[in-house]
């Protein structure tokens, strides 16, 4: 499946649009059957709102952003109420230089009774080769079975710039997960106790918001490398396999994207769409 670009010299009749190529036959049977279906762009950090349409051909917004009969005759995704172009979105997320897309390479899955669009390929209008995307797989988990490159990037990055603090950072973390593990002579420990490692978090590129009581315990802020930072929520458990899967907590607006802070990663068969941050993980990485 591609986007293929269009209207390259026309950004003051409305900028590039994108109309969708070689459709999957199950894709194509969805966007026909709803006519309208909104985006979740997928990122470096994984898939993240936007207010991106996928508009079936035989359908067009209104000015009230109502779905009605069209006859633009191409599936394509449309703006919306969106600030940009989704190949701008994508240049962006991806820190991709500038030019005319020719087409994007992409793949979709189906979650949320959303599309979550994966770009896994591009070429400029300009170039004679195709450049390749890495899907990203669980990118924000670091646990003892799986280290994403993101996180393992991004630690290396800690580290060569800020050494010291790469340092007390994990030494922090590890006295954080040290309280949670038996023979530690503390006694009912709580779960909230694990935002001690707020702070050398924050020194990695992960920031926690407040705990709260309703809905997600407390939205996260990711910000790795040089890309734009990225806002999910977060759970908070001793061991992975506390966590529940709680879409149905969020409000409908949420995606079911949410990473989990834990000591101990013990969770068979995460979803798809969780992340999990193992302390116990990141505690050991400091012999790495």
């Known amino acids: 499946m591609h986007l293929q670009q269009t209207k390259r010299g026309s950004r003051e009749t409305g900028g590039p649009q994108y109309y969708f190529h070689d459709l999957t036959e199950d894709v194509s049977h969805y966007l026909r059957l709803k006519r309208a279906v909104p985006v979740a762009l997928v990122t470096p950090y994984g898939a993240t709102p936007s207010k991106f349409m996928a508009i079936s051909k035989d359908a067009k917004l209104s000015s009230e952003r109502k779905v009605i009969q069209g006859s633009v005759g191409?599936?394509?995704?449309?703006?919306?109420?969106?600030?940009?172009s989704i190949g701008e979105a994508i240049r962006r997320w991806y820190n991709l230089p500038s030019g005319d897309f020719e087409r994007i390479d992409v793949e979709i899955d189906t979650l949320d009774e959303e599309f979550y669009l994966i770009p896994?390929?591009?070429?400029?209008?300009?170039?004679s080769r195709r450049a390749v995307i890495k899907r990203p797989e669980f990118p924000l988990s670091f646990t003892d079975e799986k280290q994403s490159q993101l996180w393992r990037k991004q630690l290396r990055h800690v580290k060569d710039r800020h050494p010291e603090m790469w340092r007390w950072s994990l030494h922090e973390i590890c006295r954080v997960a040290a309280a949670h593990t038996k023979g530690s002579g503390v006694a009912n420990v709580d779960e909230k106790d694990l935002l001690r490692a707020s702070g050398p978090l924050s020194v990695m590129g992960v920031e926690l918001g407040p705990y709260v009581k309703k809905g997600y315990d407390?939205?996260?802020?990711?910000?790795?490398?040089?890309f734009e930072p990225y806002d999910v929520p977060v759970e908070?458990?001793?061991a992975s396999s506390d966590f529940k899967y709680q879409q149905k907590r969020y409000s409908p607006?949420?995606?079911?994207?949410?990473?989990?802070?834990?000591?101990?990663?013990?969770?068979?068969?995460?979803?798809?769409n969780v992340d999990v941050v193992e302390l116990q993980a990141l505690c050991s990485a400091q012999h790495h």
């Open 236 to 238: 908070i458990k001793k």
């Open 253 to 272: 607006e949420q995606l079911s994207r949410v990473v989990i802070l834990c000591v101990k990663h013990n969770l068979v068969n995460v979803p798809p």
């Open 218 to 226: 407390c939205e996260g802020k990711f910000q790795f490398l040089d």
């Open 120 to 127: 896994v390929g591009y070429k400029y209008a300009v170039q």
């Open 74 to 84: 191409h599936d394509r995704i449309q703006q919306a109420a969106a600030g940009e």
